[in-house]
């Protein structure tokens, strides 16, 4: 079964810091831009990063720059999302999603995706 599993999210304070993990069975990640999107009470779902099959681009959106950084880790068939500076406005379901053959070029993401994980939550309060 082809599956996203993403991992690492909670409830931390303002200024602090998570490490969201996205990890695939099924299919091996080479294969794939990954993207992370989120999701707030009441809002529309946004893309916040991206990284190339290789992790050389990656884009964010202005929103999370310098505070935001993914990676991956194909040998362990995982991408990763660091997120430091934690803000209340980041309070969200997290997304991981996978595109077959996609690419990051010039700081755009892909349009679409082909795998979706059920979400993380993250909970910025004091």
């Known amino acids: 079964q082809l599956q996203l599993v993403e991992s690492g999210g909670g409830l931390v304070q303002p200024g602090g810091s998570l490490r969201l993990s996205c990890a695939a069975s099924?299919?091996?990640?080479?294969?794939?831009?990954i993207g992370w999107f989120r999701q707030a009470p009441g809002k529309e779902r946004e893309g916040v990063s991206c990284?190339?099959?290789?992790?050389?681009?990656?884009a964010y959106a202005d929103s999370v720059k310098g505070r935001f950084t993914i990676s991956r880790d194909n040998a362990k068939n995982t991408v990763y999302l660091q997120m430091n500076s934690l803000k209340p406005d980041d309070t969200a379901i997290y997304y991981c999603?996978?595109?077959?053959?996609?690419?990051?070029?010039?700081?755009?993401?892909?349009?679409?995706?082909?795998?979706w994980g059920q979400g993380t939550q993250v909970t910025v309060s004091s």
């Open positions: 999603a996978a595109r077959h053959l996609g690419f990051v070029r010039v700081g755009i993401c892909p349009n679409e995706y082909d795998y």
């Open positions: 099924g299919f091996t990640l080479d294969y794939y831009a």
């Open positions: 990284i190339s099959r290789g992790g050389g681009s990656t």
